[in-house]
């Protein structure tokens, strides 16, 4: 089937305002007997919410964790960027429109990057008017770094800590909500289930974390708001909860899955130590701002990086891309860093690192400057590896680190099930192959602060509120799935823990499905999940039960999903005969080692449709038209 995006006709720069006017509108005495269904209050989920209660319609929030402001999103570090043009570099919304479109390798779809580029300003507005302490220049006003795959400094930022000041702006605003009466607050609670009655969604099934109780909630609309599934490689930089569960279950109720392949690995990650480990930690791509990225010139070279002459050292990334330089685009920078690693030329143990080496900028602007700009990283940096950065080079290599594919999703944010929505991290819309540093930030508070209010009311202007209840028949069966699902879990009390597999797992994916993918890995890689998802079907050990607080069992659930959805993955990296972004199929590139795309028959986003455990997904395509940039190889150099 040829998908539709479902973008408004028009010139670019009309296009939402069109939209906006075509969507029809709920009147504000009728929003109260709307329910709405928010899973998920990261930074998208928790601006949905918020903006969403305080319209006045019912919300019911989700979350796994204890509180709003333990979501993922808080790990966020570098920044978010914006199109104010503050410091008057020539950045324009359509210089960041285009090199969102450039960024994401031309697998983005046009209209929605746009709007995002639009709405990015406002955000900026709201969250300084929420008290977000951006930094601040010695004017007073707010301050901006550059990020990978842009010329202009755009990115605002509150020291390596941005997401954590933005998730409290929006949990403020969320609590604002729930002090009201508005937003009715469901933390530790897990949703295992979506709800699809008559074609259209209508409710979850969650287990309370605490006492183990499964419930039905209905709705007149789901929005999933429930991130990236990234720790599908085990090691990553997201949070350890972080999953595919939510995205997962609704993939199997009918929703399309879009680009599963398309992961974005991060350059700049403190190395693997070995198997102990169970998160690999992210220093910033802001600090390449002010680092320079380099390896001996020399395999082998064993002297401490300061002993080494600048002559002998290889600036790689400045020498490969003059142009953006330390700031080439993530997939770039990371390809790169793996390969002057697989000549022999890596650091530290066992050859797997890079420096990122401070030692000009220090010269130049002094340790005080560097310190006020990252110093909590820099002394995450030290606590990790007991090195101290400010006297010698970091050491990083790539790691796992986003997932740009995610839940189909047209220009209404609406998925392939009617009244089921999807933002932020979780759908897949506005990153193409290859997301640019701080713009997960700036895409996750377009849809859940500027974007949701307005597409969701089209659709329920079109339903009855409170048709379905929970005592339906479909929330019953969906109940009754869970319950018989979990309980075959507990019932296993095989020999290997839920992590054992994820660990067996993540070196599948890592290995074969990870940043070099070809035709044979790939193979390997559909071959030994479906085995490895039999063996924990048989062997996972998991102790209590299910009537209390049991993270084994939460682990085990998730790790189940992520033992299918990998399979998908695999796939969609198999059908997918090109390399763009971050997906880098061996067989198609350049002479010089560049990624090489096929515009002419993969110009599409491939969006998959479960077709029951026995059949294989179903792929549908949805074409990509570029009129406003012209398609052309990417270069940075
Ligand atoms: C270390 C790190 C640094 C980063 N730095 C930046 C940066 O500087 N700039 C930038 O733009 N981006 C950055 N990113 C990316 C960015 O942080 C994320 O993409 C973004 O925060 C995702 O937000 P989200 O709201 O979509 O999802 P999340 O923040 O992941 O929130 C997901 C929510 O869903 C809930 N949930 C999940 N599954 C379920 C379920 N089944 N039932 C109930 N609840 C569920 C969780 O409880 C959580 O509340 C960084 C990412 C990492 C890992």
Not at 243 to 253: E, G, H, I, L, S
Not at 370 to 399: C, H, S, V, W
């Amino acid at each position: 089937m040829i998908l539709n995006g479902n973008s408004p006709s028009g010139p670019l720069a009309q296009m939402w305002d069109r939209r906006r006017q075509e969507l029809k509108l709920v009147n504000p005495a009728n929003k109260r007997k709307y329910k709405i269904i928010v899973v998920g209050l990261g930074l998208a989920g928790a601006s949905a919410a918020a903006t969403l209660g305080e319209l006045g319609y019912q919300v019911e929030a989700f979350c796994f964790q204890d509180s709003p402001r333990r979501g993922h999103s808080i790990a966020a570090q570098g920044g978010i960027n914006a199109a104010k043009n503050y410091p008057s570099d020539g950045d324009s919304i359509f210089r960041l429109f285009h090199d969102t479109i450039k960024g994401g390798d031309f697998r983005a779809r046009e209209s929605n990057v746009y709007r995002l580029a639009t709405l990015s300003n406002l955000i900026i507005d709201q969250c300084v008017a929420q008290g977000v302490p951006f930094a601040r220049d010695y004017a007073g006003y707010l301050d901006n770094r550059s990020f990978g795959g842009a010329q202009v400094s755009r990115t605002f930022y509150a020291r390596g800590q941005t997401g954590q000041q933005l998730l409290l702006g929006a949990y403020g605003a969320l609590s604002r909500q729930i002090h009201a009466g508005t937003v009715r607050l469901f933390p530790r609670s897990e949703m295992l289930d979506l709800v699809v009655v008559n074609g259209q969604a209508r409710g979850i099934i969650v287990r309370d974390l605490v006492t183990g109780m499964v419930n039905s909630f209905a709705a007149d609309a789901v929005c999933l708001c429930t991130g990236g599934y990234t720790n599908v490689f085990n090691l990553s930089t997201n949070a350890m909860g972080s999953n595919v569960t939510a995205t997962f279950r609704a993939y199997m109720k009918g929703a399309y899955f879009a680009n599963p392949c398309y992961t974005q690995i991060h350059p700049t990650c403190i190395p693997v130590t070995g198997e102990h480990q169970s998160k690999l930690t992210l220093m910033s791509e802001s600090l390449r701002n002010d680092g320079r990225v380099w390896v001996p010139k020399t395999g082998g070279d064993k002297r401490a990086p300061r002993d080494i002459p600048e002559g002998e050292r290889d600036y790689f990334l400045e020498r490969k891309y003059p142009s953006f330089g330390n700031l080439a685009p993530r997939d770039i920078a990371s390809r790169a860093a793996k390969e002057v690693c697989d000549e022999g030329r890596g650091v530290g143990p066992g050859g797997r690192g890079v420096y990122l080496d401070f030692a000009d900028s220090i010269a130049r602007l002094g340790k005080e400057k560097i310190a006020e700009r990252y110093g909590n990283l820099f002394e995450m940096y030290q606590k990790i590896t007991a090195e101290n950065a400010y006297d010698r080079p970091m050491r990083i290599y790539p790691a796992p680190h986003y997932a740009m594919g995610g839940l189909w999703v047209d220009y209404n944010l609406q998925s392939s099930i009617p009244g089921l929505f999807v933002l932020g991290e979780a759908n897949f819309s506005d990153h193409g192959a290859n997301r640019l540093g701080a713009s997960a930030l700036m895409q996750g508070l377009a849809d859940g602060y500027f974007i949701i209010s307005h597409t969701i009311a089209d659709h329920l202007a079109r339903t009855e509120p409170g048709k379905v209840r929970p005592e339906h028949e479909e929330f019953k069966r969906a109940e009754e799935g869970v319950n018989s699902r979990t309980k075959k879990l507990l019932s296993i009390k095989g020999g290997k823990t839920a992590s054992d597999f994820h660990r067996q797992l993540g070196s599948i994916m890592w290995e074969h499905v990870g940043m070099a993918r070809t035709r044979e890995s790939l193979g390997i890689a559909l071959g030994r999940i479906p085995e490895l998802r039999a063996e924990f079907w048989e062997n996972v050990a998991i102790p209590g039960s299910g009537a209390q607080l049991n993270q084994e069992l939460e682990k085990a659930g998730r790790v189940a999903d992520f033992l299918e959805f990998a399979e998908l993955m695999a796939l969609d990296a198999l059908q997918r005969e090109e390399s763009c972004g971050g997906h880098f199929r061996v067989e198609h590139q350049m002479p010089d080692g560049e990624a090489r795309r096929d515009d002419e028959n993969f110009c599409y986003v491939a969006a998959w449709q479960f077709r029951g455990r026995d059949g294989s997904p179903e792929l549908h395509k949805e074409p990509l038209i570029f009129e406003n940039i012209p398609l052309a190889t990417r270069s940075y150099k």
